[in-house]
């Protein structure tokens, strides 16, 4: 075996997205997600090691030194961090030139070539689902026999066969085992879950086929592939053995909900163990689970509403009515189940009036806590594609971070200025957040348990200086 880094490179301050997040930014408030689509790989080479630079505050000269104690080194890249992350790749190949390194990631996965043509410090690309694939590589394999591999020979840039879809999910070792071995618990933390709180996923894929959703179009594929929910179980079981702190689980599939006897079987098993857990959710989910659900620890549902225009729902293909959502929300606010509801500004056919639509919707159903996210236009999804075709990107550029790592878009429209787009989302922040209703619930909470008292003051103090850097930003 290759001694091998896996490395989620050091870019904006603050920056949450070069491996697990699906919202590749700097967020309102500091947010880290676990790095498991590189601790995936990393649980499958022995005696590697997995540095997630931005939650460790560490610098590009604090991970350079690094490369002379590698031969092979793998960097999670994205859209928005790949420049930075090509000036971290020459940095270690200058450190190490005998360094084999590799990239992967969406971003990598839908431009190969392109990738790989942008510095020769890129020696390959492992495409897609890069778990086996980088094992491979880091058995030694010649690169002409591994799957879903491109890279480089003779001054040509060669693109091997797709790998196979992983169909056993089993068969993918706990990324608890890395978290615990490279790791700080403490250093991960996001609004809608509890504090300390671990994340994996039970499964891959998302049936459904939104038009802006970059994973399910690129690395996860459309079939929903799960773990066996007693390999899920064990690993929740490590997870309390190694860190007996935890106060949530995050199961992080695209939509958890989408298999019920699953995440039921999943549930029941968590109930014994009496964990408290959280997930991702769809509008769809029938009464009756909820409940079983509920009677078994779950806590809080991240659920993407996106908007609260019909016609926008259709236009992006989120395959949900308005209506269901309401009953949805309705239903989890009976039970008990907290909400951390998700929105999109600036979608295919958003207007001024769909906007203020969809603030009043989102003030309606009332989430405890929500997100205002700008559309993220990604090379190989159909929204990019759609964008390009009709001229909605400005200067045709990729530009989906500035360089304080916040949030902006390339998107507009002949009657949605990119600017009406990039205000939008402070509006409805302040409209949702700064309203009585709201500001008792939050003082509630902060009254009943003074933990989350120090961190609602922490994060508000945050999420006004948020607002602060985006005026500078306007
Ligand atoms: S349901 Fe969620 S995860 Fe699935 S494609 Fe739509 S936005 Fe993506």
């Avoid at 086996?132 to 020979?153: C, N, W």
């Avoid at 599939?253 to 964990?275: K, M, N, Q, S």
Wanted: proline share 5%.
């Amino acid at each position: 075996m290759l001694k091998t880094l896996f490395l989620n490179p050091p870019s904006f301050e603050g920056f949450d997205g070069g491996a697990g997040s699906r919202y590749q930014a700097r967020r309102e408030i500091r947010s880290f997600w676990y790095p498991t689509w590189l601790a995936q790989p990393a649980a499958l080479v022995p005696d590697s090691k997995l540095v997630d630079a931005p939650p460790a505050d560490l610098t590009v000269d604090d991970v350079a030194p690094m490369a002379r104690d590698y031969e092979l080194a793998v960097l999670h890249t994205s859209t928005p961090s790949f420049a930075a992350d090509v000036k971290v790749a020459e940095i270690l190949k200058d450190n190490n030139p005998k360094l084999k390194l590799g990239f992967v990631g969406s971003h990598v996965a839908v431009q190969p070539e392109i990738s790989l043509k942008r510095s020769p410090a890129i020696d390959f690309v492992a495409r897609n689902e890069f778990d086996f694939t980088i094992k491979e590589v880091a058995e030694g394999r010649p690169m002409a026999e591994i799957d879903g591999l491109s890279y480089r020979q003779n001054g040509n840039i060669v693109h091997n066969r797709e790998r196979a879809i992983l169909e056993n999910m089993d068969e993918l070792p706990f990324v608890t085992e890395v978290y615990k071995r490279d790791l700080k618990m403490e250093d991960y933390i996001i609004g809608e879950a509890l504090y300390p709180y671990i994340s994996f996923y039970t499964g891959r894929g998302c049936r459904s086929k939104c038009t802006f959703c970059l994973w399910p179009q690129t690395v996860g594929g459309h079939r929903y592939r799960t773990r066996s929910p007693q390999h899920v179980i064990d690993e929740v079981k490590l997870g309390l053995k190694y860190f007996p702190g935890v106060k949530e689980f995050f199961l992080e599939d695209d939509t958890l909900t989408d298999a019920i006897p699953h995440v039921e079987t999943i549930a029941r098993g968590l109930g014994e163990l009496g964990v408290t857990w959280s997930c991702n959710a769809k509008v769809n989910v029938p009464f009756e689970t909820l409940k079983v659900l509920k009677e078994n620890g779950l806590r809080n549902f991240t659920v993407g509403y996106e908007t609260g225009s019909q016609q926008i729902l259709n236009n992006v293909k989120k395959g949900m009515k308005v209506s269901r959502a309401r009953q949805f929300t309705e239903d989890c606010h009976k039970l008990g189940i907290t909400i951390h509801g998700t929105f999109i500004v600036g979608l295919p056919g958003e207007t001024k009036e769909t906007i203020a639509e969809t603030i009043a919707f989102a003030k309606e159903m009332n989430p405890h806590t929500l997100q205002v996210s700008l559309p993220a236009v990604y090379p190989g999804t159909f929204l990019y594609n759609q964008a390009m075709d009709n001229g909605w990107l400005r200067d045709h550029d990729e530009e989906l971070v500035a360089q304080n790592g916040l949030q902006v878009t390339s998107i507009e429209y002949p009657h949605l200025s990119h600017q009406d787009i990039f205000e939008a989302v402070e509006t409805f922040y302040r409209q949702f957040y700064l309203r009585p209703r709201k500001i008792a619930e939050i003082m509630l909470d902060m009254v009943r348990d003074r933990r989350v008292m120090a961190r609602r003051l922490r994060e508000g103090m945050e999420f006004f200086r948020f607002l602060g850097a985006r005026a500078d930003r306007a």
